[in-house]
């Protein structure tokens, strides 16, 4: 069942920012450990390159650069903010929050911080979150913003072995600052969906509390990030168009309305196949996928900095994001551009 949650309020994203790390990794790199060509990789995926952190980076060094940019395009200060949400799947740490470790380096002394991890699908609750945190402050919150973050550091978890991830998965960061817009501006509404009987087509099985670290989970890579790459399209391909024509019916408004469609960048060809099922015949796919690759919860957020920088979307146009991820979460956010 999703749940659909109506905007409260005229809140919407006032600034954008993204971060890729500095070191390049081609198909022939990836292909050559993995066993496959690079013309295997583009073929099936879309993707030419990725990034991957150097060895003195984590997820907060990609989230402080991409939120630092998001800042500067929303025209707001550190001490601006009343909530810094991270949404990742690999963390500096498995505690603290790394949204704690952010909010230190930005100095952002005033604002709570937390993280999110809905796996690829985390940017969208998270922006969900923070949408409803600073509606649910009111005036009393002046215009106090909130720093939305998905970064990830992939190359760490997976097998450079696996042909099925290894040639997916790059590292990077997006970062939106979200708060008050002119009326007629800004989040519609979202809707979320959770089927946790498929839980087991993503996952990291060791270091959790179920299968805790130990030379046994080592030595078996039970470390590594694992999918049911099959079966986890064949989710995408039964549930997001089912998502995104519930999403639209909720909020009143039709597929020819949408102007601009930013997915989680899961893979290219994957996505090029399916975006004609969803009906948004009069929208801009935006795909720069080929570039990074798939970036887990800085996915949409990368991508959508990646319009902006392109001019786009313009004032009025209304714009559509959908996640979809591990547990297996779908999630989509509908928002009226503007501030």
Known sequence: MTVYAPALGALGILGTGSHLPERVVDNETVGAAASVSAEWIERRTGIVERRYAADDEAASDLAAEAAVRALADAGARPEDLAWIIVATSTPDHPQPATAALLQHRLGAHRAAAFDVNAVCAGFVAALHTGARLLAAE??????????????????????????????????????????????G????GTGMRTDGALHGLIGVHAGGSRQPASEKTVAGGDHHFRMRGREVREFVERELPGAVAGTLAEFGVTAADVDHFVPHQANGE??????????????????????????????????????RRQGVPRDGELVLLAGFGGGMTLGTVLLRWGR
Do not use: C, K, Q, W
């Open 138 to 183: 009111g005036d009393a919150g002046g215009r106090r913003l909130a720093l939305v973050v998905g970064t990830e550091v992939y190359s760490r978890i997976i097998d450079r072995t696996d042909r099925r991830t290894a040639p997916l998965f790059g590292d990077g960061a997006g970062a939106v600052v979200i708060g008050p817009v002119r009326e």
């Open 270 to 307: 994957m996505l090029r196949a399916i975006v004609g099922s969803l009906g948004l015949t009069a929208a801009r796919v935006h795909l720069p996928v080929d570039r990074h690759g798939n970036t887990g919860a800085a996915s949409i957020p990368l991508a959508l900095d990646h319009a």
């Open 185 to 188: 501006r800004g989040f519609l």
